[in-house]
């Protein structure tokens, strides 16, 4: 849910202001408007120093920097200049300038034996399909084009060679000992954030009376009005407060469980919702979990990504993530087993499972693929839910009158939907059905056709009400019919899995030979991992698409709102 927001603003004299904000990060539930990027000269070299610090750390991790690399590049000049002049070996450089040398080398198969008869030439070194040659004296006319003299010696680069290595080994250990220092690092970085969004909220100040006094605009929560209002009072701040308008565009800061908190990074992908609006995160978390257990499909692929999300709790960068990942694991479990999937194999006839097959989701349902159904069945409900919060917002925000035109499609849709169901399970007789979605049908139409605008002229909405109905019936069944590829791609999955499965088989035979063992686990563990890994790349995009496309356009949400970004002090 989105919490209240209380708008603070503030009047206090110019000498004041610093002191001010460095105790409003002391408190730090207190948003104010302000750039998010560099509004000046200080400001950009505040960033540019934690970048500066932040490519520091990246470095110093990796063991790796712009001198080492140059050193590095260095030493490798090195080696590639001892290997070109290797094969000429070691003389005297000075002594055999007398003589006149022409340099070559020329692929074996085209050395012709006949030029040592018309030149004064001697194969120095071959090796790897190369001659190496020199011509002493006259070369005119020779048809290949002679190298550079070799300026060097093996023995003469290596000491340089030499030299360049312990440096490189001088400033590894530098790199070495300076990871020490990450945290010391770490921490400045936080302190210059600090400075740096205190100094942004300082710029957002609107100077009044010839630059004596200062204006600022905030935002807390009003559950923190108590605290907010005791800092105020003891540091006798002028301030006045009211409650959060829409207006005013106030920061949005979510109120959720630890199960919905998880995906509130997948909300945040979309954009935060308007003041006035609602916080899909709830759904998201319910609809995105059952919607990618359904495209992975397999209660064993589950079982990998439990255990991916448990090793990624050891790695900091990705820590936060690995509950989000397990949870994905867990579900992927429950819904696999459902599916009777177990790294494509179908444990519906596994004898453990006799007992219990009636809980597995039938192959067919109705002469169709069961799963195809469940997946119509699982947007169908999606979607139904979409309108009635977007009915239940549209009343809240606009007023019943206002609203009956979505209440209307609301009451049609989604009344037509249960009554469908209901009469499926024979309930209900025929003739009740007829008359109730006739009751239905003609209680919609009133909000749809003349009433969907109460300010509008009754003609001009019928019109609009044609309109409306094309674009819903059009647009709704395409819609529903998305939500196949959760079905789609459950089938992809599971087929080229039981694919892999054949194919060891094959290897296998009939198991006798322990030797092709070894080739049989090696292509089923390397085909199942790269099919997890595309279908979790499936089974996240299409499932964020299903939510941000169809359900927000269904439940007409807007992501206009900005994130809740209260002044901290992270020293």
């Given amino acids: 849910m989105i919490a209240k927001m209380t708008q603070y603003s503030f009047i206090l004299l110019h000498g004041d202001k610093e002191n001010f904000l460095a105790g409003l990060q002391e408190l730090g539930v207190v948003d104010i408007t302000r750039a998010t990027k560099p509004v000046d000269s200080y400001s950009q070299d505040l960033l540019d120093n934690i970048e500066t610090v932040r490519r520091d750390i990246e470095c110093t991790e990796k063991g790796m920097d712009d001198t080492l690399a140059a050193l590095l590049a260095e030493r490798d000049a090195t080696l590639r200049e001892i290997e070109d002049i290797r094969p000429w070996g070691e003389y005297d450089r000075e002594r055999l300038s007398a003589f006149g040398l022409h340099y070559y080398s020329v692929a074996a198969k085209k050395f012709d034996p006949a030029w040592q008869e018309q030149y004064a030439l001697q194969v120095v070194h071959e090796?790897?399909?190369?001659?190496?040659?020199?011509?002493?004296?006259?070369?005119?006319?020779?048809?290949?084009?002679?190298?550079?003299?070799?300026?060097?010696t093996p023995a003469d680069l290596q000491p340089l060679l030499d030299e360049q290595e312990q440096k490189i080994a001088a400033h590894r250990k530098i790199l070495e000992e300076r990871k020490q220092s990450i945290p010391?690092?770490?921490?400045?970085?936080?302190?210059?954030?600090?400075?740096?969004?205190?100094?942004?909220?300082?710029?957002?100040?609107?100077?009044?009376?010839?630059?004596?006094?200062?204006?600022?605009?905030g935002f807390a929560p009003t559950e923190n009005d108590a605290a907010v209002t005791e800092y105020l009072e003891r540091e006798g701040v002028f301030y006045l407060k009211e409650e959060a308008k829409v207006e005013e565009n106030p920061p949005i800061q979510f109120k959720n469980n630890k199960f919905v908190k998880m995906f509130e990074v997948l909300t945040d992908m979309y954009g935060r919702p308007a003041y006035d609006g609602f916080d899909p995160t709830p759904f998201i978390a319910v609809f995105f979990l059952l919607f990618f257990a359904l495209c992975m499909g397999d209660a064993g692929y589950g079982l990998v990504l439990i255990l991916v999300g448990l090793l990624l709790k050891k790695v900091d960068s990705f820590r936060s993530l690995a509950p989000l990942v397990t949870t994905l694991?867990?579900?992927?479990?429950?819904?696999?087993?459902?599916?009777?999937?177990?790294?494509?194999i179908d444990i519906a006839q596994w004898k453990c499972f006799a007992g219990i097959r009636g809980i597995f989701l039938p192959d067919e349902i109705a002469g169709y693929a069961g799963g195809m159904?469940?997946?119509?069945?699982v947007g169908v409900v999606h979607l139904c839910l979409a309108m009635i919060v977007k009915a239940v917002n549209a009343v809240r925000v606009n007023g019943f009158a206002a609203s009956l035109g979505t209440l209307g499609w609301t009451l049609l849709i989604v009344g037509g939907v249960i009554v469908g169901g209901i009469a499926l399970t024979g309930v209900m007789s025929a003739t009740v059905t007829k008359w109730v979605v006739i009751v239905l049908g003609v209680v919609a139409a009133i909000g749809i056709f003349p009433l969907n605008d109460p300010k509008r002229?009754?003609?001009?909405?019928?019109?609009?009400g044609v309109w409306?109905?094309?674009?819903?019936?059009?647009?709704?069944?395409?819609?529903?019919?998305?939500?196949?590829?959760l079905y789609a791609l459950g089938l992809a999955g599971s087929m080229l899995g039981m694919a892999f499965n054949d194919m060891g088989k094959m290897v296998l035979g009939d198991g006798s030979n322990f030797i092709l063992w070894i080739p049989f686990i090696l292509l089923v563990l390397i085909g199942h991992t790269l099919n997890i890994?595309?279908?979790?790349?499936?089974?996240?995009?299409?499932?964020?698409?299903l939510n941000f496309l169809e359900f927000f356009k269904n439940s007409g949400y807007e992501a206009s709102g900005r994130k809740f970004n209260p002044l901290i002090n992270n020293k």
């Fill in 457 to 464: 002229n009754k003609l001009a909405n019928v019109g609009l």
């Fill in 127 to 152: 090796q790897d399909g190369t001659v190496w040659f020199v011509i002493v004296g006259d070369n005119a006319g020779f048809p290949l084009k002679a190298l550079p003299a070799p300026a060097h």
């Fill in 533 to 545: 890994a595309m279908c979790a790349l499936g089974a996240f995009v299409h499932p964020l698409r």
């Fill in 373 to 377: 159904i469940l997946s119509l069945i």
């Fill in 468 to 485: 409306d109905t094309y674009q819903m019936v059009t647009g709704l069944l395409g819609d529903v019919l998305s939500y196949l590829r």
């Fill in 329 to 344: 694991g867990v579900a992927t479990v429950v819904v696999g087993f459902f599916l009777h999937t177990f790294f494509s």
């Fill in 184 to 217: 010391q690092m770490r921490h400045h970085i936080l302190s210059l954030e600090t400075e740096l969004d205190r100094y942004l909220a300082g710029t957002a100040a609107v100077p009044a009376a010839e630059n004596t006094i200062d204006t600022l605009v």
